[in-house]
């Protein structure tokens, strides 16, 4: 019995392992698979494209995405094509990455958020909105007026391809 | 004729092919794939893409005896050459040896493929025609994982490059196939775009004011292996493996093209269920593998916003809207009181079932069922068209084609590319026209006459008339009679009703005399401007000269998908003044607006049915959009009648288009036998499209929803001449300056079904009379002119044409003005 009495003393001056969420947060792993983020370019344009291979990716049909076209008036993407519309249903989302994977200019990105919280099925939907990232310092909201000529390329040339 | 077989062996495999078929075309008739790029079935081989590369050994044949070498075996002695040589371009020979997957083919085809990926922009994350693409499948299946050219030395063009307001070119993607300038030169004759520079430098341009001047621009962009081009209509509209497809019908003109819808939901439109785009079906009888672009861009009608949406009832002289219920018990004490006092008037929009319900409700009210349309004729066609097993694409040496008052470029475009391919093999074409067209360049004879002759015209090629006539027609005469078979098309450019009516009768007495009736190829066919106008009448459907009257003194009459009022100014007056006017349309119309009940109705694309085409082929379309879409509360034509005649106590089918059609085949004898099962049936066809065949015959759809089945015959004879030769009106001169005018029908026309299609606007027929130059200088006309039409005049403008034949005016139909004669 002092034994046992023992062991809940040297307990109680332990560390505890629990942590006090949602006022404390443990750092994510590096892999971690959170909610999808849609990325920027540093001048702020958006790296989606529109291209819908993640939505074709999506094992659980999950993406939706409409394309548009740009023009230099009124660019949101590098390239022709832009998403016009990009919804991702997170009630069906199994976190796989799959679409992270698929994506040829890696705008897709499962980020670290994993609080996500909704009392109906229609707030379970994000939106384009919901999902871009803001924009980086120094970079311009989209849609950007661009001088013509620049933005040409939707896939960006990438220097190694194994990266 | 017994066509020459020729053996040869393809790797390994027998096969056994007529003489002249190229080795790429034997390899698929086999089974083997052999890639391609810039070779097509439907087109003459060029050779310029070498993705084709094979193996080919011939026999060694002793001169001496003319015989096969043989080895000790005692089989022919096989001689390959040192090189590879194009399965395209080489036609078969006895004996031969293609051998496709040996490793010296293998390897030359990765090689080609690196070459012409040397220059591709490998952007299929945005390209239209990225899940659909020849290179991409081509390269995932024989290309080479990686690249040792540069990438930095690859060009960079212009990749947003409008030829025309229709079609965009990207000059990146361009693997300089030439399928597209080879398809507009030598398929439809329309030589507007080519190739400029040379090497890798080569671009396609158009040359061509507005650019890309064709009606057949849209097949470019489905025989294009790369996304090179793509139409502006569906640029970026989706990726092609997210949309659904379903099949239908065009219902444009009589040709009755196959083609598929590719639906899919979209945000964009609040969620509804769209049709993102028009694709062709394969249909070697009607359309090969070919759209025209009306066809391909004028279906925007159906989604668009003007579109009636629920019943509207008049009261207190406004229309306003109403529930079914209170619209049907309306009409049907409307009905009631007006017994056989009423008048049914249909538009060739509808289908087969609609026209059958609508037929019977007129009938069992004993009311007319009249057509509305302004060319006649259609139960001689009935009786002389060409009968089962008849195929405009199988005419060649020993056929003959006569084609009066049409030009069926503009009226029936399908029609006109099929003559034309049959005068390539061999048929002989006799145009008879007023004014220039577009098949006079491959006709045999062009016989021209003056507006108003065209009956007599036809006449003089009768037997009996033609000692006298002139030495063109003579001679035109002599080939039409010495024909193997003889199809008679006719159209009704410059025709009203009544002259076309007596033009039909005299080309039915014309196939007649020649001994071309009842036999398979040979007959008469009329170009209609709507798709279902020949079933209406296979449907018991008929046109009236005196329809105004008729009109007017009716108790109640029905429209349906027919705009009379918007039409014609005199039908207008008639209309208003009718006791009781129900319209079911898709849109407000001009007659609508004048309507005491308008029931609003579904597009074809919502909805199932059959159309009857300008060939007596009955096909099937079937339903893309989802009931409850874009009209909820919409019904289907047939349905209408078929409530209103259960208030009635008349016994019609409002629900299953199919059980609809089995009452058409139970009583109209041509129907008997047809059901939905056997408009079902399909058959292998050549070329063949669809699947992974992607490289070989472009981005048609294979058609697994049916090839139709043509009506039945009915017997033919003299006595179904009748009746007897029509005496056409003579029109009075208001003055003695007075300019005849003529109507005329162009392919993109102002009609209620094209108009919502914004893309086709600048190409849209203009509200004016066509008059040569010299012509309107003698008659003082300048820019606006008076065109009279029933002792009224209208203000109209006046377009200067070297195309219109001299001492007339032209008026396009559609562009809601009719008249008679023209004056300063």
């Given at each position: 019995?002092?034994?046992?009495?023992?062991?809940t003393?040297?307990s109680?001056?332990?560390?505890?392992?629990?942590?006090?969420y949602?006022?404390?947060?443990?750092?994510?792993?590096?892999?971690?698979?959170?909610?999808?983020?849609?990325k920027?370019?540093?001048?702020?344009?958006?790296?989606?494209?529109?291209c819908?291979?993640?939505?074709?990716a999506c094992?659980?049909?999950?993406?939706?995405?409409?394309s548009a076209?740009n023009?230099?008036?009124?660019r949101?993407?590098?390239?022709?094509r832009?998403?016009?519309?990009y919804e991702?249903n997170?009630l069906?989302c199994i976190?796989c990455?799959f679409?992270?994977?698929?994506?040829p200019?890696?705008?897709?990105?499962?980020g670290?958020?994993?609080?996500l919280?909704?009392?109906?099925?229609?707030?379970?939907i994000?939106?384009k909105?919901?999902?871009?990232?803001?924009?980086?310092?120094?970079?311009q909201p989209?849609?950007?007026?661009?001088?013509?000529?620049v933005?040409?390329?939707?896939?960006?040339?990438?220097?190694?391809?194994?990266? | 004729?017994?066509v020459?077989?020729?053996?040869?062996?393809?790797d390994?495999?027998?096969?056994?092919?007529?003489?002249?078929?190229?080795?790429?075309?034997?390899a698929?008739k086999?089974g083997?794939?052999?890639?391609?790029?810039?070779y097509?079935p439907?087109?003459?081989?060029?050779?310029?893409?070498?993705?084709c590369?094979?193996?080919?050994?011939?026999?060694?044949?002793?001169?001496a005896?003319?015989?096969?070498?043989?080895?000790?075996?005692?089989?022919?002695?096989?001689?390959?050459g040192p090189?590879?040589?194009?399965?395209c371009?080489?036609?078969?020979?006895?004996?031969?040896v293609?051998?496709?997957d040996?490793?010296?083919?293998?390897?030359?085809?990765?090689?080609v493929?690196?070459?012409?990926?040397?220059?591709?922009?490998?952007?299929?994350p945005i390209?239209?025609?990225?899940?659909?693409?020849?290179?991409?499948?081509l390269?995932?299946?024989?290309?080479?994982?990686?690249?040792?050219?540069?990438?930095?030395?690859?060009m960079h063009?212009?990749k947003?490059?409008?030829?025309?307001?229709?079609?965009?070119?990207?000059?990146?993607?361009?693997?300089?196939?030439?399928?597209?300038?080879?398809?507009?030169?030598?398929?439809?004759?329309?030589?507007?775009?080519g190739?400029?520079?040379?090497?890798?430098?080569l671009?396609i341009?158009?040359?061509?004011n507005?650019?890309?001047?064709?009606?057949w621009s849209?097949?470019?962009?489905?025989?294009?292996?790369?996304?090179?081009?793509?139409?502006?209509?569906f640029?970026f509209?989706?990726?092609?493996?997210?949309m659904?497809?379903?099949?239908?019908?065009?219902?444009?003109?009589?040709?009755?093209?196959?083609?598929?819808?590719?639906?899919?939901?979209?945000?964009k439109?609040g969620g509804?269920?769209v049709?993102?785009?028009?694709?062709?079906?394969?249909?070697?009888?009607?359309?090969?593998?070919?759209?025209?672009?009306k066809g391909?861009?004028a279906y925007?009608?159906?989604?668009?916003?003007?579109?009636?949406e629920?019943?509207?009832v008049?009261?207190?002289g406004?229309?306003?809207p109403?529930?079914?219920d209170?619209a049907?018990?309306?009409?049907t004490?409307?009905?009631?009181?007006a017994?056989?006092?009423?008048?049914?008037?249909?538009?060739?929009r509808l289908?087969n079932?609609?026209?059958?319900n609508?037929?019977?409700?007129?009938?069992?009210?004993?009311?007319?069922?009249?057509l509305?349309s302004y060319?006649g004729g259609?139960?001689?066609?009935s009786?002389?068209?060409?009968?089962?097993?008849?195929?405009?694409?199988?005419?060649g040496?020993?056929s003959?084609?006569?084609?009066?008052?049409?030009?069926?470029h503009?009226?029936?475009?399908?029609?006109w590319?099929?003559?034309?391919?049959?005068?390539?093999?061999?048929?002989?074409?006799?145009?008879?026209?007023?004014r220039?067209?577009?098949?006079?360049k491959?006709?045999t004879?062009?016989?021209r006459?003056?507006?108003g002759?065209?009956?007599?015209?036809?006449?003089?090629?009768?037997?009996?008339?033609v000692?006298?006539?002139?030495?063109?027609?003579?001679?035109?005469?002599?080939?039409?009679?010495?024909?193997e078979?003889l199809?008679?098309?006719?159209?009704?450019?410059?025709l009203?009703?009544e002259?076309?009516?007596?033009?039909?009768r005299?080309?039915?007495?014309?196939?007649l005399?020649?001994?071309?009736t009842?036999?398979v190829n040979?007959?008469?066919?009329?170009?209609?401007?709507?798709?279902?106008l020949?079933g209406?009448?296979?449907?018991g459907f008929?046109?009236?000269?005196?329809?105004?009257?008729?009109?007017?003194?009716?108790?109640l009459?029905?429209?349906?998908?027919a705009?009379?009022?918007?039409?014609d100014?005199?039908?207008?007056?008639?209309?208003?003044?009718?006791?009781?006017?129900?319209?079911?349309e898709?849109?407000?119309t001009?007659?609508?607006?004048?309507?005491d009940?308008v029931?609003p109705?579904?597009?074809?694309?919502e909805?199932?049915?059959s159309?009857t085409?300008?060939?007596?082929?009955?096909?099937?379309f079937y339903?893309?959009?989802?009931p409850?879409?874009?009209?909820?509360?919409?019904?289907?034509?047939?349905?209408?009648?078929?409530?209103v005649?259960?208030?009635?106590?008349?016994?019609?089918?409002?629900?299953?288009?199919?059980l609809?059609?089995?009452?058409?085949?139970a009583k109209?004898a041509?129907?008997?036998?047809?059901?939905y099962?056997r408009?079902?049936e399909?058959?292998?066809?050549?070329?063949?499209?669809?699947?992974s065949?992607?490289?070989y015959g472009?981005t048609s759809?294979?058609?697994?929803?049916g090839?139709?089945?043509t009506?039945?015959?009915?017997?033919?004879?003299?006595?179904?001449?009748?009746?007897?030769?029509?005496?056409?009106t003579?029109r009075?001169?208001?003055?003695?300056?007075?300019l005849?005018?003529?109507?005329?029908?162009l392919?993109?026309?102002?009609g209620?079904?094209i108009?919502?299609?914004?893309?086709?606007?600048?190409?849209?027929?203009?509200?004016a009379?066509?008059v040569?130059?010299?012509t309107a200088?003698?008659?003082?006309l300048?820019?606006?002119a008076?065109?009279?039409?029933?002792?009224?005049?209208?203000?109209?403008?006046v377009?200067l044409?070297?195309?219109?034949?001299?001492?007339v005016?032209?008026?396009p139909r559609?562009?809601?003005?009719?008249?008679?004669?023209?004056e300063?």
């Amino acid at each position: 019995m002092l034994e046992g009495l023992m062991t809940t003393l040297k307990s109680m001056f332990e560390k505890p392992v629990t942590i006090q969420y949602p006022e404390q947060k443990r750092p994510v792993r590096a892999r971690f698979k959170g909610r999808h983020v849609l990325k920027r370019y540093e001048n702020g344009l958006e790296k989606c494209i529109g291209c819908a291979l993640c939505a074709a990716a999506c094992p659980a049909d999950a993406i939706f995405v409409e394309s548009a076209e740009n023009t230099d008036e009124e660019r949101y993407s590098p390239g022709e094509r832009y998403a016009s519309t990009y919804e991702i249903n997170m009630l069906r989302c199994i976190f796989c990455g799959f679409c992270e994977d698929a994506c040829p200019t890696e705008a897709i990105v499962l980020g670290d958020n994993y609080e996500l919280s909704f009392t109906s099925r229609a707030e379970s939907i994000y939106t384009k909105d919901m999902l871009l990232e803001p924009v980086p310092p120094g970079g311009q909201p989209t849609p950007q007026r661009t001088p013509a000529g620049v933005f040409t390329r939707s896939v960006p040339e990438m220097k190694d391809p194994t990266d | 004729m017994v066509v020459k077989m020729v053996s040869l062996t393809i790797d390994g495999r027998a096969v056994a092919v007529p003489a002249g078929t190229l080795v790429v075309d034997a390899a698929k008739k086999a089974g083997i794939d052999i890639p391609v790029f810039c070779y097509h079935p439907k087109l003459d081989p060029v050779g310029m893409c070498r993705q084709c590369l094979v193996e080919i050994g011939r026999p060694l044949i002793d001169r001496a005896t003319n015989q096969f070498i043989l080895d000790a075996d005692g089989k022919p002695k096989i001689s390959f050459g040192p090189k590879l040589e194009t399965a395209c371009t080489t036609p078969v020979s006895e004996g031969m040896v293609v051998v496709t997957d040996s490793d010296k083919v293998v390897a030359a085809r990765k090689d080609v493929l690196e070459f012409i990926l040397t220059s591709h922009p490998l952007d299929c994350p945005i390209c239209d025609k990225g899940g659909e693409c020849p290179l991409q499948n081509l390269t995932m299946r024989y290309g080479p994982p990686v690249s040792r050219f540069l990438f930095d030395e690859k060009m960079h063009l212009a990749k947003h490059v409008p030829l025309g307001e229709l079609i965009y070119l990207d000059r990146e993607r361009c693997i300089q196939c030439g399928r597209c300038v080879r398809f507009q030169s030598e398929l439809v004759d329309d030589p507007v775009i080519g190739f400029s520079q040379r090497g890798r430098a080569l671009q396609i341009v158009t040359f061509s004011n507005p650019g890309f001047d064709s009606i057949w621009s849209g097949n470019t962009t489905d025989i294009c292996p790369v996304g090179a081009l793509t139409t502006a209509d569906f640029r970026f509209g989706a990726r092609p493996w997210e949309m659904n497809a379903s099949a239908s019908i065009c219902n444009h003109c009589a040709v009755g093209c196959n083609l598929t819808y590719n639906v899919r939901r979209e945000a964009k439109a609040g969620g509804k269920t769209v049709i993102k785009r028009v694709m062709p079906r394969q249909n070697e009888m009607v359309n090969e593998i070919w759209l025209c672009d009306k066809g391909r861009l004028a279906y925007h009608y159906m989604e668009s916003d003007q579109r009636l949406e629920q019943p509207l009832v008049r009261k207190g002289g406004e229309l306003v809207p109403a529930g079914w219920d209170e619209a049907l018990n309306l009409v049907t004490e409307k009905l009631r009181s007006a017994g056989n006092r009423m008048v049914m008037l249909v538009g060739g929009r509808l289908s087969n079932e609609d026209l059958f319900n609508l037929g019977e409700l007129t009938e069992a009210q004993g009311g007319q069922k009249l057509l509305y349309s302004y060319m006649g004729g259609g139960d001689l066609v009935s009786r002389f068209a060409p009968p089962k097993g008849s195929n405009l694409g199988e005419l060649g040496a020993g056929s003959v084609v006569l084609v009066v008052a049409c030009d069926l470029h503009q009226e029936a475009p399908l029609w006109w590319l099929r003559l034309k391919q049959a005068v390539k093999r061999g048929a002989k074409l006799i145009v008879a026209s007023a004014r220039p067209t577009r098949l006079d360049k491959f006709a045999t004879h062009v016989v021209r006459y003056a507006y108003g002759e065209e009956t007599r015209t036809v006449a003089a090629f009768l037997p009996v008339n033609v000692a006298g006539a002139p030495q063109v027609i003579q001679s035109a005469a002599k080939t039409l009679t010495e024909a193997e078979d003889l199809i008679v098309i006719y159209g009704s450019d410059g025709l009203y009703l009544e002259e076309s009516t007596a033009l039909a009768r005299t080309c039915a007495e014309l196939l007649l005399k020649t001994n071309h009736t009842g036999k398979v190829n040979s007959g008469l066919l009329a170009a209609w401007q709507n798709g279902n106008l020949q079933g209406g009448w296979e449907l018991g459907f008929r046109t009236v000269p005196d329809l105004a009257e008729r009109l007017e003194k009716a108790a109640l009459v029905w429209v349906a998908a027919a705009d009379p009022a918007g039409d014609d100014p005199a039908l207008a007056k008639a209309v208003r003044r009718t006791g009781f006017l129900v319209v079911q349309e898709l849109f407000l119309t001009e007659t609508a607006r004048m309507a005491d009940v308008v029931f609003p109705v579904l597009v074809n694309a919502e909805r199932e049915g059959s159309y009857t085409s300008g060939e007596r082929r009955v096909q099937r379309f079937y339903p893309a959009l989802p009931p409850k879409g874009i009209v909820p509360e919409a019904r289907p034509d047939f349905a209408i009648p078929a409530l209103v005649g259960e208030k009635l106590g008349i016994e019609l089918e409002d629900h299953s288009a199919a059980l609809v059609m089995e009452h058409i085949a139970a009583k109209f004898a041509a129907f008997a036998g047809i059901n939905y099962q056997r408009l079902a049936e399909v058959a292998e066809q050549w070329p063949p499209v669809g699947g992974s065949d992607l490289y070989y015959g472009g981005t048609s759809y294979l058609n697994r929803q049916g090839l139709g089945v043509t009506l039945s015959d009915v017997l033919q004879g003299e006595s179904l001449l009748n009746p007897a030769p029509i005496q056409t009106t003579q029109r009075q001169k208001p003055s003695a300056d007075a300019l005849p005018v003529y109507p005329i029908q162009l392919l993109y026309d102002r009609g209620t079904t094209i108009l919502p299609s914004a893309l086709l606007h600048e190409r849209l027929v203009q509200p004016a009379v066509w008059v040569h130059p010299t012509t309107a200088a003698e008659h003082k006309l300048q820019s606006k002119a008076r065109l009279i039409y029933e002792g009224e005049a209208v203000e109209v403008a006046v377009l200067l044409s070297e195309q219109t034949p001299p001492k007339v005016a032209l008026l396009p139909r559609s562009v809601g003005l009719l008249g008679y004669w023209l004056e300063a």
